[in-house]
C-alpha cells in the first residue's frame, strides 16, 4: 500500500486492534507500534513529508491547526465512537512533521484489573491529603489514577474535579458527580483551574501534571484545606518524589514546604512497567505511606532516611521497588531474566536479580499476534472528539466504534 492510499484511520485501527500502547509517525520514516514495550515497524513503507502532515492536520480542529503552526508541537485528544481514544502529541523534526498517539482505553480499569495492591483503594478513600503518582514517561501513571477515581466513583457520594492537558479517561458520572476540565480548552493553566477549583465544592482534585512552583503550591494548600488532592509527577523513586517538591521552591520558602508537605502527605506510589511473561506488561510499586514517622523525617528534613522507612514499613503497606520485582518474580508474573534487564543501574535490584532464581519462560509466547483482518471501509472522516456516534453493525471480525481506514485499512503486519 503505497502513503498515498494511506488513512490516518488506517493505522489508529491497526493500533487498537492489535492492542498497541503507543503509535510514532515521522516523516520518511514508517510506521512503528510500541507492543509490550517495544518499538516495532509497521511495513507500510517510509511516509512521506506531505502525508504525514495531511494526516495530522486531518484530525486537528482548525483552532488546534493554528496552534500547530504557530507553536511548532501540540498535544490533544481524539475519540473515534465509544471504543478508542488517543493522546495526540505532533511536533517538527528535522525530516518534518511527526506525532505519538498514546493509546488511552475508554472503559476505565479496575484496581484489580491492574494487579494494583490492595491498599490503593485506601489512598482513594481517604478524606483529605495529598496522593501522588509518580514515575517515567509511559509508566502507566494516567492508568493509576483513573483506576482510583473510578474506585471512589464506584462507592462514594463526591464530587471529583480532573484537570488535565488532555483530557484522557473520560468518567461516567455513578455516585460521585465527576467535571473534567482541559487545559487550554476550559482553563488557561493548572494553577488559575486550581484556584478556581476551591470554589467549586470539591471532595477529590485530580491534577493530571504537577509542572511548577505556582501548582505544586495550590496542590499542597488545597490537600491542606480539607481536599484530597492526587496529582502526577516525573520521578523515579518515591524518596525522591519528596524531594523534588521541596526543591521546587526557594530557599527561604523550603522549611514552610516541608510543613505544609509532612502535614498533607498520604501516599507516593512510583511506578515502572515490566514485561510479563507470555506477553503485555504490569507495573511494579514503590510505595510511601505518610506516616508519623515519615512525616516527621520530611518536617526535619531527613529524606534520605526515608528509604529506610520504606524497608521496614509492610505493615503500613509499604514496599520498595526491589520488594514489588521480587514479588512479581515469586508469583511467576514477571522472569528473572526480565528482572535482571530492569535492575541496570539499580544495586538494590541487581543484588535481587543475581539472587533470583531462573524460571522457564512461558511456552508459546508469541513474538507478535497473528496479523487481523483489514477494519472495514469507511465513506466518512473520523468524527471530530469527543462527540461519540452510535455503535454501527459491523463484521464479527471488527469492533463497533474502533477508527476505521478509508482504503480498507493494513492488509499485513509485521512483514
Known amino acids: 500500500m503505497s502513503d498515498q492510499q494511506l488513512e490516518i484511520t488506517d493505522l489508529l485501527a491497526f493500533t487498537h486492534q492489535q492492542g498497541g500502547s503507543d503509535l510514532h509517525l515521522i516523516a520518511q520514516r514508517e510506521p512503528m507500534l510500541r507492543l509490550s514495550g517495544d518499538l516495532r515497524p509497521i511495513k507500510t513503507g517510509a511516509l512521506s513529508q506531505d502525508t504525514v502532515k495531511q494526516m495530522l492536520t486531518s484530525i486537528m480542529t482548525e483552532e488546534q491547526r493554528a496552534e500547530y503552526e504557530r507553536e511548532q508541537e501540540i498535544d490533544f485528544a481524539i475519540s473515534f465512537g465509544r471504543e478508542s481514544r488517543f493522546r495526540v502529541n505532533a511536533f517538527n523534526t528535522i525530516t518534518g512533521a511527526a506525532a505519538v498517539f498514546r493509546t488511552i482505553p475508554t472503559k476505565v480499569p479496575s484496581l484489580e484489573q491492574l494487579n494494583a495492591p490492595e491498599i490503593f483503594k485506601k489512598f482513594a478513600e481517604k478524606e483529605k491529603g495529598l496522593v501522588l503518582v509518580t514515575g517515567p514517561t509511559g509508566s502507566g501513571k494516567s492508568t493509576t489514577l483513573a483506576a482510583m477515581i473510578n474506585h471512589i466513583n464506584e462507592t462514594q457520594n463526591k464530587h471529583i474535579l480532573t484537570i488535565e492537558d488532555p483530557v484522557e479517561f473520560v468518567h461516567d458520572s455513578k455516585m460521585s458527580l465527576i467535571n473534567h476540565r482541559e487545559v487550554g480548552k476550559h482553563t488557561k493553566s493548572f494553577a488559575r483551574a486550581l484556584k478556581s477549583a476551591l470554589r467549586e465544592d470539591p471532595d477529590v482534585i485530580l491534577v493530571g501534571e504537577m509542572r511548577d512552583h505556582e ?104 514496599q520498595t521497588l526491589k520488594d514489588a520485582v521480587q514479588k512479581l518474580v515469586d508469583q511467576g508474573i514477571v522472569d528473572a531474566k526480565e528482572m535482571e534487564a530492569f535492575a541496570k543501574g539499580d544495586d538494590q535490584l541487581q543484588q535481587a536479580a543475581a539472587a533470583a532464581p531462573a524460571r522457564p519462560a512461558a511456552a508459546g509466547r508469541p513474538a507478535a499476534p497473528p496479523p487481523p483482518p483489514p477494519p472495514p471501509p469507511s465513506h466518512s472522516a473520523p468524527p471530530p472528539p469527543p462527540a461519540p456516534a452510535e455503535p454501527q453493525p459491523e463484521p464479527a471480525a471488527a469492533e463497533a466504534g474502533a477508527p476505521r481506514g478509508k482504503r480498507g485499512g493494513l492488509r499485513s503486519f509485521f512483514n
Open 215 to 318: 501548582t505544586i503550591s495550590l496542590a499542597l494548600t488545597a490537600a491542606e484545606t480539607g481536599h484530597l488532592v492526587m496529582g502526577t509527577l516525573h520521578t523515579s523513586s518515591a524518596a525522591k518524589t519528596v524531594d523534588r517538591i521541596i526543591d521546587v521552591f526557594p530557599g527561604e520558602d523550603k522549611e514552610m514546604v516541608r510543613a505544609m508537605l509532612a502535614g498533607s502527605l498520604q501516599a507516593v506510589v512510583s511506578q515502572k512497567l515490566m514485561k510479563k511473561v507470555g506477553g503485555g506488561r504490569v507495573a511494579a510499586h514503590d510505595i510511601l505511606i505518610g506516616t508519623d514517622a515519615v512525616r516527621n523525617l520530611i518536617r526535619e528534613n531527613k529524606v534520605p532516611q526515608i528509604y529506610s522507612m520504606m524497608q521496614v514499613g509492610q505493615r503500613y503497606g509499604m
